[in-house]
T-cell receptor, first 116, second 114 residues
Framework: AQKVTQAQTEISVVEKEDVTLDCVYE???????LFWYKQPPSGELVFLIR??????QNEISGRYSWNFQKSTSSFNFTITASQVVDSAVYFC?????????????FGQGTTLQVKP | DTAVSQTPKYLVTQMGNDKSIKCEQN?????MYWYKQDSKKFLKIMFS???????INETVPNRFSPKSPDKAHLNLHINSLELGDSAVYFC?????????????FGPGTRLTVT
């Protein structure tokens, strides 16, 4: 079964706190890509990052960092020193190599609320 | 310049009506998608076209019919609208069907069926 699970439905933090959004995936494919998208209150989805199944290097972009661990099938997203503008719904998604159609399987999303 | 645009942004209609949502992308991409986001924010793919050819056709009622007149446009026509069709519909595009491509999403169309 191909599946993405974001167990945290909602997270609420106070500005400047660090927060980690969890993503666990299931796939039998050896080649796949994982993505994170952000959906701010304005509604449209914004691409944040992509990671292929052969690259387990962590990535940092400003206050954002991603931790990919194949051993635990997880691709977690950490926001350091959160800001009110980080308030959004965050989606983790999987694209399978055996499909090759570009089909994205999304997790349920995590709603992050950052309070001032 | 808007990369992926959808019209209308809001659509309120009654059960039984037929409606269309239009999508256009100016990114020069070959592949376009329709997604449905339900009230719990869950996103699910409905259709995908690559160069006007249907690539993905998920388990969607046949009241939904996509049409791609050219690779820059992918429209969604819905017949005999039902209450359960109320959702936000997103159009997206990507350079191709490869698994590595990120998808660029439109602003969404909020459909309310009364």
């Amino acid at each position: 079964a191909q599946k993405v699970t974001q167990a945290q439905t909602e997270i609420s933090v106070v500005e400047k706190e660090d927060v980690t959004l969890d993503c666990v995936y299931e796939t039998r494919d050896t080649t796949y890509y994982l993505f994170w998208y952000k959906q701010p209150p304005s509604g449209e989805l914004v691409f944040l990052i992509r990671r292929n199944s052969f690259d387990e290097q962590n990535e940092i972009s400003g206050r954002y960092s991603w931790n990919f661990q194949k051993s635990t099938s997880s691709f977690n997203f950490t926001i350091t020193a959160s800001q009110v503008v980080d308030s959004a719904v965050y989606f983790c998604a999987l694209s399978r190599g055996s499909s090759n159609t570009g089909k994205l399987i999304f997790g349920q999303g995590t709603t992050l609320q950052v309070k001032p | 310049d808007t990369a992926v645009s959808q019209t209308p942004k809001y659509l309120v209609t009654q059960m039984g009506n037929d409606k269309s949502i239009k999508c256009e992308q100016n990114l020069g991409h070959d592949t376009m998608y329709w997604y449905k986001q339900d009230s719990k924010k869950f996103l699910k793919i409905m259709f995908s076209y690559n160069n006007k050819e249907l690539i993905i056709n998920e388990t969607v009622p046949n009241r939904f019919s996509p049409k791609s007149p050219d690779k820059a446009h992918l429209n969604l026509h819905i017949n005999s609208l039902e209450l359960g069709d109320s959702a936000v519909y997103f159009c997206a595009s990507s350079p191709g069907t490869g698994i590595s491509y990120e998808q660029y999403f439109g602003p969404g169309t909020r459909l309310t069926v009364t």
